[in-house]
């Protein structure tokens, strides 16, 4: 942890995953420094796909890195109101989408426990 985070401005999580690699997310929040409004770093959290998730396909990499992101940030995400910035335009979608997929499932169903907003970026 770089810094203890405010919990009445919006947190800013943003997530990428690279197929066939490893997943990663940073934890920001905007501040005012110096009487200028800034973003600065509370967290950022990475981790190596297994064999198994390294043949997702994109969709899915993508997907999975947003449930891991919220997952491991739980205890910073629970109380707070939050956006989510990916590069990802299906992400955005997936809470909508009607998917026969158990995993797709059942990461929509843990999404939809949190009060965030999806931004692609």
Not at 54 to 75: F, I
């Amino acid at each position: 942890m770089l810094i203890l985070p405010d919990f009445e401005p919006p947190l800013k999580v943003y997530i990428d995953a690279a197929c066939s690699q490893g997943l990663g997310a940073a934890l920001h929040q905007r501040e005012i420094v110096d009487g200028e409004p800034r973003e600065v770093v509370i967290c950022y959290i990475s981790s190596q796909l297994r064999y198994s998730e390294a043949r997702y396909g994109a969709t899915q990499t993508e997907c999975l890195c947003l449930v891991w992101a919220l997952e491991k940030l739980h205890y910073y995400l629970e109380v707070a109101v939050f956006e989510v910035y990916t590069d990802c335009t299906v992400l955005k979608s997936l809470l909508n989408m009607k998917t026969t997929n158990r995993h797709m499932l059942r990461w929509q169903i843990a999404i939809q426990e949190y009060r965030g907003k999806m931004t692609i970026t």
